[in-house]
């Protein structure tokens, strides 16, 4: 699998993601600056990695949605590349437009990092295919912008196509509004394009993808890209 991760002023995840999956894969992907203007012909993914790109301004993402790579990667996502985004690559992926909802403000106006549960919503895909459909599984979330947001209509089509991909959740799998950290709508932390071949979510798999990090609920992601991509 040759896997590209994006990076921008401001991105601090793209490293980690690297690792996982250099860890899963084998294989060193490359890193493409904001700036570069192609992606290579033979990728197999992309990924948008977590961080502060351009410092947040505006709105977080707006500005990175439309530096110069990601001309190429929205053309070559509209053609079938796989691309996953991770809280900041999920801001970017929304505001972009590969993604329906916008991601706004915690409702606490604060910044959280801390664990989470999660409930897999979606495992029929190729991301999240080795995990059980149901499953509650643990990863951690760091962000300020982290609140997702939908319409009414927006909302049922997500719904009607079962794209949502994760929802924050207890340990038991309930989402209840004490389980939701940032007031996202329905507890929705990931959610699918409509052809399930973009993922982007807030909390970071590849921050619990080692053992050595306190946990492994992150590496099924990166394993399933593996086993669907190469």
Same mark, same amino acid.
């Given at each position: 699998?040759?896997?590209?991760?994006?990076? %921008?002023?401001?991105?601090?995840?793209?490293?980690?993601?690297?690792? =996982?999956?250099?860890?899963?894969?084998?294989?060193?992907?490359?890193?493409?600056?904001?700036?570069?203007?192609?992606? $290579?012909?033979?990728?197999?993914?992309?990924?948008?990695?977590?961080?502060?790109?351009?410092?947040?301004?505006?709105?977080?993402?707006?500005? =990175? =949605?439309? =530096?110069?790579?990601?001309?190429?990667?929205?053309?070559?996502?509209?053609? /079938?590349?796989?691309?996953?985004?991770?809280?900041?690559? %999920?801001?970017?992926?929304?505001?972009?437009?590969? *993604?329906?909802?916008?991601?706004?403000?915690?409702?606490?106006?604060?910044?959280?990092?801390?664990?989470?549960?999660?409930?897999?919503?979606?495992?029929?895909?190729?991301?999240?295919?080795?995990?059980?459909? /149901?499953?509650?599984?643990?990863?951690?979330?760091?962000?300020?912008?982290?609140?997702?947001?939908?319409?009414?209509?927006?909302?049922?089509?997500?719904?009607?196509?079962?794209?949502?991909?994760?929802?924050?959740?207890?340990?038991?799998?309930?989402?209840? $509004?004490?389980?939701?950290?940032?007031?996202?709508?329905?507890?929705?932390?990931?959610?699918?394009?409509?052809?399930?071949?973009?993922?982007?979510?807030?909390?970071?798999?590849?921050? *619990?993808?080692?053992?050595?990090?306190?946990?492994?609920?992150?590496?099924?992601?990166?394993?399933?890209?593996?086993?669907?991509?190469?």
């Amino acid at each position: 699998m040759k896997a590209a991760v994006i990076v %921008f002023p401001g991105s601090n995840c793209d490293r980690d993601v690297a690792v =996982a999956l250099e860890q899963s894969n084998g294989r060193k992907p490359v890193m493409l600056w904001h700036r570069d203007t192609a992606l $290579p012909p033979d990728l197999d993914i992309v990924v948008v990695p977590g961080g502060f790109s351009h410092g947040d301004y505006l709105r977080s993402g707006a500005m =990175a =949605a439309h =530096a110069p790579i990601m001309r190429a990667v929205k053309a070559r996502a509209l053609a /079938g590349l796989p691309v996953l985004g991770i809280c900041n690559g %999920f801001q970017i992926l929304t505001e972009a437009g590969l *993604l329906p909802g916008v991601l706004m403000r915690n409702e606490g106006l604060r910044f959280l990092c801390r664990d989470v549960f999660l409930r897999v919503d979606g495992a029929d895909s190729l991301f999240t295919e080795h995990y059980v459909q /149901g499953a509650v599984i643990r990863l951690p979330i760091a962000h300020h912008d982290g609140n997702y947001f939908i319409d009414d209509a927006g909302y049922k089509a997500l719904c009607d196509n079962e794209q949502v991909a994760f929802r924050y959740c207890t340990s038991e799998g309930e989402t209840t $509004p004490n389980a939701n950290p940032n007031g996202s709508h329905d507890n929705i932390a990931g959610v699918f394009s409509r052809d399930r071949r973009i993922l982007g979510l807030m909390p970071h798999p590849e921050r *619990l993808a080692d053992s050595r990090l306190g946990g492994t609920d992150g590496r099924p992601l990166f394993e399933a890209l593996v086993e669907a991509l190469s």
